[in-house]
């Protein structure tokens, strides 16, 4: 089955700066790939997603890039805020099979 | 819609009791997943079901777990005996579509067995 690792576990950055990251997956088959974002005590919601045809996706200030030949995918934050602050999930599937999630990414944003 | 639900919030019992856990999905919705979620391992999918039938029961840890999904607004996650190892929090979450669909989220129950 797919796997799916995730890197770092927890990142802090300054208020202001760039966040960055990294998933990698094991079945070249899959093409979906979401991320999940966590706030402190409340469910995981859907941020951002993307499908194996685009290398790129973009909305605000959140970003994912997908590098098939490699099976890694990123996500990008920038000019962190506040309220960035959370822990983040990438995840992985193929057609009808289901999500495989990473490990999570706690994500501290220094004021 | 009210998104899903899920009850209760928080549950509190002492190892060896019984606990269920129980979640509404969102209208319309095909499919349903029961996810745990704890530090060491983050979120572990336990259970789906489509269209009300129990599709992948494999990340269920033991026979002291069962789930059950009797209608297409209502389903329970049952621990039987509960052990503090079950301590964690519970998700449900629903989907239009296997994979590739959002999953929305409920609120989660926290357990804590003592």
């Known amino acids: 089955g797919e796997n799916v690792e995730q890197h770092p576990s927890t990142l802090s950055v300054q208020e202001g700066d760039s966040a960055v990251i990294k998933c990698t997956y094991s079945?070249?088959?899959?093409?979906?790939f979401p991320w999940y974002k966590q706030e402190l005590g409340k469910r995981p919601q859907l941020i951002i997603d993307?499908?194996?045809?685009?290398g790129e996706k973009k909305d605000q200030r959140i970003a994912v890039t997908l590098n098939k030949t490699a099976k890694h995918f990123s996500l990008h934050i920038t000019e962190t805020q506040p309220e960035d602050s959370a822990v983040y999930f990438c995840?992985?599937?193929?057609?009808?099979?289901?999500?495989?999630f990473g490990t999570g990414t706690r994500l501290t944003i220094i004021p | 819609d009210a998104g899903v639900i899920q009850s209760p919030r928080h549950e509190v019992t002492e190892m060896g009791q019984e606990v269920t856990l129980r979640c509404k999905p969102i209208?319309?919705?095909?499919?349903l997943f029961w996810y745990r979620q704890t530090m060491m391992r983050g979120l572990e999918l336990l259970i789906y079901?489509?269209?009300?039938?129990?599709?992948?029961d494999s990340g269920m840890p033991e026979d002291r777990f069962s789930a059950k999904m009797p209608n297409a607004s209502f389903s329970t996650l049952k621990i039987q005996p509960s052990e503090p190892r079950d301590s964690a929090v519970y998700f449900c979450?629903?989907?239009?579509?296997?994979?590739?669909?959002?999953?929305?989220f409920g609120e989660g129950s926290r357990l804590t067995v003592l």
């Open positions: 979450a629903s989907s239009t579509f296997m994979g590739t669909g959002e999953l929305f």
């Open positions: 079945d070249s088959a899959s093409n979906y």
């Open positions: 993307i499908r194996s045809n685009v």
């Open positions: 995840a992985a599937s193929f057609g009808n099979e289901k999500l495989t």
């Open positions: 209208s319309g919705h095909d499919y």
């Open positions: 079901f489509n269209n009300n039938v129990p599709i992948d």
